[in-house]
């Protein structure tokens, strides 16, 4: 049975930095895509950052150039650095990934594209 364990999330102050984990059980990671989602109370789930077989990346705007996506195929574990936070990057983080890849994507595939869930792992930047 597939499953995405998360972790790394907290309470940061803005300017500062958390590194979440996405441990994957039951399947090995280097046949997968990997995504990172966020949810904020009463928004939509947005994809921040995701990376496929090859190890491409993609991130938005919103995003890019603070946080970094990485998987190690040989820990089964894809990691999000987050840098230079701010408070509007508080929200519930979700791990996602999908069999297969992804290519001649803009941007990353919609959360619909993803099969698998982390229960996800909460990160606030506050004061």
């Known amino acids: 049975q597939l499953q995405l364990v998360e972790s790394g999330g907290g309470l940061v102050q803005p300017g500062g930095s958390l590194r979440l984990s996405c441990v994957v059980s039951?399947?090995?990671?280097?046949?997968?895509?990997v995504a990172w989602f966020r949810q904020a109370p009463g928004q939509e789930r947005e994809g921040v950052s995701c990376?496929?077989?090859?190890?491409?990346?993609l991130y938005p705007d919103s995003v890019k150039g603070r946080f970094t996506i990485v998987r190690d195929n040989a820990k089964n574990t894809v990691y999000l650095q987050m840098n230079s936070l701010k408070p509007e990057d508080t929200g519930v983080y979700y791990c996602?990934?999908?069999?297969?890849?992804?290519?001649?994507?803009?941007?990353?595939?919609?959360?619909?594209?993803?099969?698998?869930w982390g229960q996800g792992t909460q990160v606030t930047v506050s004061p």
């Open positions: 996602a990934s999908f069999t297969g890849s992804w290519y001649y994507h803009l941007q990353c595939p919609a959360a619909d594209r993803f099969d698998y």
């Open positions: 039951g399947f090995t990671l280097e046949r997968m895509s």
């Open positions: 990376i496929n077989i090859d190890g491409n990346t």
